[in-house]
């Protein structure tokens, strides 16, 4: 059974930095691994992804040279480290595993809980 738990989410000043985790448990297949994020009455968002093999990235525009994703080398825990923080910022953000790099929800299969961060003004 898949299992993805993310820690590391809080409420911290604009401008300050966190680093959130993702630890990964069961046999997984697919090759890509990503964080998408949330905030009420919109759709889920993604943020940022990489590949399994560690070959690639891709960052949604607006977090470009903020954040950065990245995964251990026993490929248990998948990172995404937040500096610069901005209040638009401020969601439920979800680590997730799919089949392809590509920025669509529906792509992905298994899904964390979520972790929530609260970027103040």
């Known amino acids: 059974q898949v299992q993805l738990v993310e820690s590391g989410g809080g409420l911290v000043q604009a401008g300050g930095s966190l680093r959130l985790s993702c630890a990964v448990s069961g046999r997984i297949h697919w090759p890509y691994e990503a964080w998408f994020r949330q905030t009420p009455g919109k759709e889920r968002e993604f943020v940022a992804g990489?590949?399994?093999?560690?070959?690639?990235?891709l960052y949604k525009d607006s977090v470009k040279g903020r954040f950065t994703i990245s995964r251990d080398d026993a490929r248990t825990t998948i990172y995404l480290l937040m500096a610069t923080l901005e209040p638009e910022d401020t969601a439920v953000y979800y680590c997730a595993v799919g089949r392809a790099g590509t920025t669509r929800a529906n792509d992905y299969d298994y899904w964390g809980q979520g972790t929530r961060v609260t970027v103040s003004s």
């Open positions: 990489i590949a399994r093999n560690g070959l690639g990235t």
